[in-house]
C-alpha cells in the first residue's frame, strides 16, 4: 500500500471511532419534534382554558340575564346587547383579538330546544306537519317553523338558550407544523329558565 493511501486509511480509521460532537447532532435531530410536542401541549392546554372561560362567562351572565329587571353592569339597548356585551367582556380576560357570534333564542319549554313547532292534530297521522295540521304557533308568524325559537331572550318562564362562539388566532404557531387551522374556534352552549315574574304566554294554536 502506497504512502497516501496508508494516510488516508489512518485517517478514515481514526474519524470512525471519534465520537466528538455526536451528542449535537443528536440533539439537532430531537429537539425539532421535541419542540412541536411541546407547542402542540401548550397549545391544547390553553384551548382548553380558553373554553372553561368562555363556558363560565356564559353561565354568569346567562342567569343573570334570567331575572325580571336583570342587573348586567354592560351597556347595551336592549337586554339581548348587554348580555353580548358581558359575555365578550370576561371572554377578553383570555381571548386575545377575538370576535364573537352570540345566538339567544327563546323556547316554551326545553323539550322544544332544536325541534320543530309542536303539532296539536295530526290529521293523517304521519307523525309530520302537512297542509291543514294544528300546531302550536310559537314565534306568532302564521307558518309551522322546523326550529321552535324566538329570538332574544323572550319573557318570564321561557326557556333561553344561548350558543356562543369564540374565534381568535392561535397563541402559538403550531399550524406551521400540524396541519391544524390557524385560529381557535371555541362553542359554548347554556339553556336556563327566566324566572317565573309573571304568567308564562302560551303559544297559539293554528289550524292552516
Known amino acids: 500500500m502506497t504512502g497516501p493511501l496508508r494516510t488516508a486509511r489512518r485517517f478514515l480509521d481514526r474519524l470512525s471511532r471519534d465520537a466528538q460532537g455526536a451528542t449535537v447532532v443528536e440533539f439537532a435531530l430531537v429537539i ?9 401541549g401548550l397549545d391544547l392546554g390553553y384551548q382548553a382554558y380558553l373554553r372553561a372561560v368562555v363556558q363560565g362567562a356564559l353561565n354568569d351572565v346567562a342567569r343573570a340575564g334570567s331575572m325580571e329587571a336583570p342587573v348586567i353592569g354592560c351597556e347595551g339597548e336592549t337586554v339581548e346587547d348587554r348580555i353580548g356585551c358581558a359575555i365578550e367582556r370576561r371572554s377578553d380576560t383570555v381571548a386575545r383579538d377575538a370576535t364573537y357570534r352570540i345566538e339567544i333564542k327563546n323556547y316554551f319549554d326545553f323539550a322544544g330546544i332544536g325541534r320543530s313547532e309542536k303539532l296539536v292534530t295530526d290529521y293523517n297521522g304521519n307523525g ?3 297542509e291543514g295540521d294544528c300546531f302550536e304557533d310559537l314565534n306568532e308568524n302564521g307558518a309551522f317553523d322546523e326550529s321552535a325559537g ?9 326557556v333561553v338558550f344561548y350558543e356562543v362562539t369564540a374565534e381568535m388566532p392561535r397563541l402559538f ?5 400540524m396541519g ?3 385560529t381557535y374556534e371555541i362553542t359554548a352552549t347554556a339553556a336556563i329558565r327566566s324566572q317565573p315574574y309573571a ?3 302560551l303559544p297559539p294554536t293554528v289550524c292552516a
Open 32 to 40: 425539532i419534534p421535541f419542540l412541536i410536542l411541546l407547542l402542540g
Open 128 to 130: 309530520s306537519y302537512d
Open 150 to 158: 324566538r329570538d332574544g331572550v323572550g319573557g318570564a318562564d321561557d
Open 173 to 177: 404557531p403550531v399550524q406551521k407544523f
Open 180 to 182: 391544524v387551522a390557524d
Open 199 to 201: 304568567r308564562q304566554k
